[in-house]
Every structure is written in C-alpha cells, then in structure tokens.
C-alpha cells in the first residue's frame, strides 16, 4: 500500500489528480488553434495564457483538496521547498508545439513523498489519452495495462530526444543524434519531454533521452516507466529522480546498448 493521503473530499488522491488533467486538459482544447497571449521567457521557452489558465484550474483544485501540500509548478511555484507530500505540475507541456498549432502536447501531475514518486499523470487532451501509474501498481494508458518496448536492437529502433532550452546541451544532443542516425532504424524530436517518457512507458517511443529536464517534466514519467518495466538512469548509469536533469528511459537491454556507445553518459565530441 502507498498510503497516499486521502483529499478533502474523501477522493484518492489519483481521482484529485485525474480530474485535474482532464479539467486543465479541457481548457487547453478550448485554447488550441484560436488566437492566444504568448510571452518568452527565454529562447525558445515560451509560455501562453493556455499555460496560465491550466495552472490556475490545477493549483486552486489541488490546494483546495490537499491544504497542507506543497506543490511545485513550472509556471508560477517552480522553486519551493519540497516537503513531505508535494504535488508537482506542469499544466502544459510542448508549448511550443502548441503555438505552433502542432497537436502533441499534454498535463503533467505527479504526486512525492521526499525523494518518492507516488504517483504520476500525463493527460493527451487530443488523444483523450490517459497515461498514470501508481507505485506498484503498475502503468495503465486509460483502462489498459501498458509495457516499455521488448526491441533488443537499437538499429530496429525508434528513438526519441529533444533539445531543450539550453544552447550548449541543445549542441549536445544535435551532435548525440547525428552520431545515431545510421545506427537506429529513426529519430524523432518530439517537442514534448513528458509525452516523450509516456510514448516509452507503452512501447509506441523504444528510447529517449535528454539533456536538460526539471522536476516537472519528468516525475510522472518516471513512474509511468518503471512501472511499466523500464529502466530510467541519469547518463552516468545512475537511476534517475525527479531532480535528474539528463536521462536516458528504455528497456533494460537497449539502455545498456546506448550507454555501451556513449561511454557512461559522456557527451561525445
């Protein structure tokens, strides 16, 4: 058992979390292809009134039920202290995708305890796809049990990445991908980290990796993958938390064939 607090209103804390996706999910819809505000908060780190709106829905609908949570959330709380349970949130992951009119984007909620991921949500509000997992429990994509990829080469593999905000890691992973290409039957740059590990966590992506991540990013997929019997390190073969800025998510035996080519996670030259 997980012993997850129960909500004000006598709701698991995964029908709180749920229903918060899919509310903020809604309101991205309602967004999606009409004009909108954007601003920049650095390069290529945009954020809309979409972002703003969902994060409004999701903080005032966690706060209400859990007072005495924290709740780290990229837009507007993306630096208080995590103690005891604390939700974490990104109410609109792929903005930039989203702008653009591109329609892979998604919610992001996880629940932790400490350094414990106890739960975790990613919502596709195109798709109506609901990734979430439990700790041990298992990965379910709406009602269905959900497995990492059983490839076992990565010349049979698709392999995902993105680039982030950082024009040093971004070079980084240019140069990562270019040494791949040839060696991985494609690539992708998926424009949506957390879509990203939720594609690993069914087997649609057979490997991703990044450079650059936050907390926010990362927590629900983290859980979604293990869960699901994946394997997620940092680059030097470490297992990841949700602090981990740089991953690699797999299977256990294509994980092992990147780190064999990338020598323990360093950033070929």
Request: aromatic residues 8%; charged residues 20%.
């Amino acid at each position: 058992m997980n012993n997850l607090p129960t909500a004000r209103s006598g709701r698991s804390a995964l029908q709180v979390a749920i229903a918060a996706a899919e509310e903020a999910g809604n309101i991205i819809l309602s967004h999606f292809g009409s004009q909108r505000q954007v601003k920049h908060k650095s390069k290529g780190n945009l954020v809309t009134d979409a972002d703003i709106l969902s994060e409004k829905l999701i903080l005032e609908l966690l706060k209400g039920e859990y007072p005495d949570c924290s709740i780290l959330s990229e837009e507007s709380n993306s630096s208080v202290p995590l103690t005891d349970y604390t939700w974490i949130v990104d109410p609109l992951d792929g903005t930039n995708n989203y702008t653009f009119g591109i329609p892979f984007f998604c919610v992001n909620i996880a629940l932790v305890k400490d350094e414990d991921i106890l739960l975790g949500i990613t919502y596709d509000p195109i798709r109506r796809e609901l990734f979430r997992a439990e700790k041990n429990r298992g990965s379910y994509l709406n009602d269905s049990v959900i497995q990492v990829s059983t490839k076992d080469s990565l010349q049979d593999s698709l392999v995902g990445f993105d680039l982030g905000y950082s024009h040093e890691r971004g070079e980084e992973m240019l140069d990562v991908a270019n040494k791949l290409w040839g060696g991985v039957h494609c690539l992708r740059a998926m424009g949506s980290s957390s879509l990203g590990l939720a594609y690993v966590a069914c087997g649609r992506v057979n490997l991703y990796f990044h450079r650059y991540l936050f907390p926010w990013d990362t927590a629900s997929g983290l859980l979604l993958i293990r869960e699901a019997g994946g394997e997620v390190t940092d680059w030097q073969g470490k297992p990841a938390t949700f602090r981990t800025q740089e991953i690699i998510a797999s299977n256990h035996v294509l994980h092992q064939e990147f780190m064999t080519r990338f020598a323990q996670g360093q950033a070929p030259t």
